[in-house]
C-alpha cells in the first residue's frame, strides 16, 4: 500500500610516452608488477599502458633481428638477442621516466620514450552509518496505486542532526507485503545522502491493514560532507501507521569511500 522514497547521504594509474624526471611521493606504497615490453627495429610496445608505483619487473621480449637493450630509472638490461627474452627489475615512483635502447642509433631511431607511473591506489575505508528518524507520512491512492511522500527528523553518524524526506509509490493491490520504491534525502548538519530504494523494498501489514513492517536497502547515489565521496548500501527498517500516517526508520550498514 505504501512506496516510500527515503534519502540516505554516501592513483590511478597510466602509461604515456613523453620526459620529465622522475618525483618520490611518500604516499607511494610497495607493490609489484610485470609487464612485458616487446622490441623491434626500432620501437618499445608496452603490454599494458597502467603503470602504478612500486617496484616494477620489465619482461623483455626481442622480436626483432637486432640486439637490443632497455634502459630507465638509471638501471639497464642485459643485451637481449633476437628470438630471446630476459628481465629487469626496478623501483618506480610517481613520475616520468625516460627510457630507451642503448645500442648506438638505435635510440635516435626511434627506440626511445617517457614511461608515466602514477600513484598507487589507496584501499577504500570502511564508513558505519547508523541513523534513526521518525516523522509523518501523506498518501493518495490511485486505483492500486499508493502516492507516498514521507517527512521526518532524526540524527545520523557523522552528519549530526537533521531530517529525512523521500517520495515514492507502492503497488496496494499485492498484499499482505506491499512493494514498493522511490528516492530520498537523508540530511545533516555536516553532511547529506541521497538514495535510491533497490527492487525488493516492501511494507507487511497486519490483518487489519493497520500497521506495517518496512524492510528495504537503499543505494547511495551522492553524499557530501563528512560522507563525501562515500558510496555503497544501506538497510532500512522500521514501522508505518496507516492510522495516523506516522512512521520510523532506522538506516544502517557499511559504506566505502
Not at 509523518?136 to 521526518?152: D, E, M, P, Y
Not at 514498493?180 to 516492501?202: Q, R
Not at 560532507?225 to 555503497?232: C, I
Amino acid at each position: 500500500m505504501t512506496r516510500i522514497r527515503l534519502s540516505v547521504l554516501a592513483a590511478t594509474a597510466t602509461v604515456s610516452l613523453a620526459g620529465v624526471p622522475p618525483m618520490a611521493v611518500a604516499a607511494d606504497h610497495a607493490t609489484t608488477q610485470s609487464i612485458t615490453v616487446t622490441m623491434t627495429e626500432f620501437k618499445f610496445a608496452f603490454a599494458t599502458t597502467k603503470v602504478h608505483a612500486g617496484t616494477v619487473t620489465f619482461r623483455l621480449v626481442n622480436k626483432g633481428k637486432l640486439a637490443h637493450d632497455l634502459m630507465i630509472a638509471g638501471k639497464k638490461s642485459a643485451l637481449i638477442k633476437p628470438g630471446k627474452t630476459g628481465t629487469l627489475t626496478v623501483t618506480l615512483h610517481q613520475g616520468k621516466y625516460p627510457y630507451r635502447c642503448t645500442v648506438p642509433g638505435h635510440a635516435a631511431a626511434g627506440m626511445k620514450g617517457v614511461l608515466t607511473v602514477s600513484a598507487l591506489a589507496t584501499e577504500p575505508s570502511a564508513v558505519a552509518f547508523t541513523g534513526t528518524y521518525a516523522g509523518q507520512t501523506s498518501t493518495q491512492i490511485n486505483g492500486n496505486v499508493a502516492t507516498i511522500s514521507a517527512n521526518g527528523t532524526g540524527k545520523g553518524t557523522l552528519i549530526g542532526a537533521g531530517s529525512i524526506t523521500g517520495q515514492g509509490t507502492g503497488d496496494t493491490s499485492q498484499q499482505p507485503c506491499i512493494p514498493f520504491g522511490g528516492t530520498g534525502t537523508i540530511t545533516g548538519a555536516a553532511g547529506t545522502i541521497a538514495f535510491k530504494l533497490l527492487s525488493g523494498a516492501s511494507s507487511c501489514g497486519d490483518e487489519g491493514g493497520h500497521n506495517f513492517a518496512i524492510t528495504a536497502h537503499l543505494t547511495v547515489l551522492r553524499a557530501t560532507g563528512k560522507l563525501a565521496k562515500a558510496k555503497g548500501t544501506l538497510k532500512m527498517t522500521g514501522s508505518y501507521s496507516h492510522d495516523d500516517g506516522s512512521f520510523s526508520v532506522k538506516v544502517f550498514g557499511t559504506l566505502t569511500k
